[in-house]
């Protein structure tokens, strides 16, 4: 099972999209700064996460996220949990 996330910065106002086989690990390895880019942001959080069968289900719904359309229904949920 593959898992695409949401991240969010607890000190900034900056969100992270990736996928992941294990996010405990995935998470843990954000936090110790081993992504460049999330690494400038540190502490995070999961906000968001969707279940996929397969690795190619995955690798699509990131990319989908990662587009215009995949940020206005990030925000939407970034509303709702607010």
Do not use: C, Q
């Not at 700064?33 to 996460?49: D, I, Q, S």
């Amino acid at each position: 099972m593959y898992i695409v996330y949401v991240l969010r910065s607890i000190k900034f106002s900056k969100s992270y999209v990736g996928f992941t086989d294990n996010l405990d690990r995935r998470l843990k390895e954000h936090n110790l700064g081993k992504n460049n880019f999330t690494k400038r942001y540190v502490p995070w959080k999961v906000v968001y996460t969707e279940k996929y069968d397969n690795l190619s289900e995955a690798v699509k719904r990131e990319k989908s996220l990662k587009t215009t359309t995949g940020r206005r229904f990030l925000k939407k949920v970034f509303t709702n949990i607010i």
